[in-house]
């Protein structure tokens, strides 16, 4: 009989696109397992299975027990796994999924190390947030002011328009009741929106600590990203389901905020987005993403193959 041990890992090409996949799940007080290719939840109401190809982010929230086989299979999968604090509004720690080409890796370590282009991603993360503005004479304090300016109107407007009232942003670090409703819901809705963000950028295989906007966290890149879905998905979905009632914030948000990114196929168009953030002028990253391939570095930027010996080729 075949065990879990001795089944083969998925090559790239089996696995299911990112862009196809459940944005995140969330879980709580509850034993996960692995049953084939599936992890299963267990609780006192019975066991869900759920294939593990189609997620992108499991959320681990308190009372969650994970096996080692559940990690296994949800790493040969390539979703990643957070585990979060309750309601999935406080992150503490996060698998690592599964990436085989350093590609995109490589060139946003070539934009991030120049600052220059440094600041031309930041602008252009800018410019695909607010496309009416144009960011490109803006010194990174001027994008600061103008970000900051325009989240502000964000606020007010989706107030205006959903009829909640709004004083102002006012979050306390591990206290998710101390905010208001629409506060409540606002940080439901960005914790969520840095698990699918956190899903994408590590199924690509980036750094998720070398931002060009945020900077000094493990995190940094994820937080770049989510903040390109802020003000046009996160805050309007947040004013909406405060708008309905002030009961049961953390997981009305989650639910009315993954049924917006699927409806808009966020994730096809955050995989699309940073591609043309790292690679602005259309050119593709040596290397393919499904490829499991390992080259050797040698002169004038030339990759040769791995796995010979090249001590013939070099005079003593």
């Known amino acids: 009989m075949t065990t879990v041990a001795q089944r083969r890992a998925s090559s790239p090409r089996e696995l299911t696109r990112v862009a196809e996949r459940i944005s995140f799940i969330y879980l709580e007080r509850c034993t996960i397992h692995r049953d084939a290719n599936a992890i299963t939840a267990e609780d006192a109401d019975g066991t869900t299975h759920i294939p593990s190809a189609t997620i992108g982010t499991l959320l681990l929230g308190p009372g969650t027990r994970i096996t080692h086989q559940a990690m296994s299979v949800l790493a040969e999968s390539g979703a990643a796994v957070a585990w979060v604090g309750e309601h999935g509004v406080r992150y503490y720690a996060g698998g690592r999924a599964l990436s085989r080409s350093a590609a995109l890796l490589e060139a946003q370590a070539t934009r991030w190390a120049n600052r220059r282009t440094r600041l031309e991603v930041a602008r252009a993360m800018y410019q695909l947030r607010f496309p009416d503005e144009d960011p490109s004479g803006l010194t ?177």
């Open 140 to 316: 990174r304090h001027e994008l600061l002011g103008h970000e900051g300016r325009r989240v502000k109107d964000c606020y007010r407007r989706q107030a205006d328009r959903t009829g909640v009232p709004w004083h102002g942003r006012h979050y306390l670090p591990g206290d998710f009741t101390a905010g208001d409703a629409p506060n409540q819901a606002v940080t439901a809705a960005a914790q969520c929106m840095y698990g699918v963000a956190h899903a994408v950028v590590a199924a690509l295989g980036c750094a998720t600590g070398l931002g060009f906007v945020h900077s000094g966290h493990e995190l940094s890149f994820v937080l770049d990203v989510a903040d390109l879905y802020k003000t046009e998905i996160g805050i309007p979905v947040a004013f909406e389901v405060a708008a309905e009632s002030d009961q049961d914030i953390g997981s009305r948000t989650r639910r009315a905020l993954r049924d917006r990114i699927n409806k808009t196929q966020l994730l096809d168009r955050c995989v699309d987005d940073i591609k043309l953030l790292l690679l602005p002028d259309g050119t593709t990253a040596s290397g393919s993403e499904g490829e499991d391939r390992v080259t050797l570095q040698s002169d004038r930027e030339v990759a040769v193959a791995a796995g010979r010996n090249y001590s013939g080729e070099v005079t003593w």
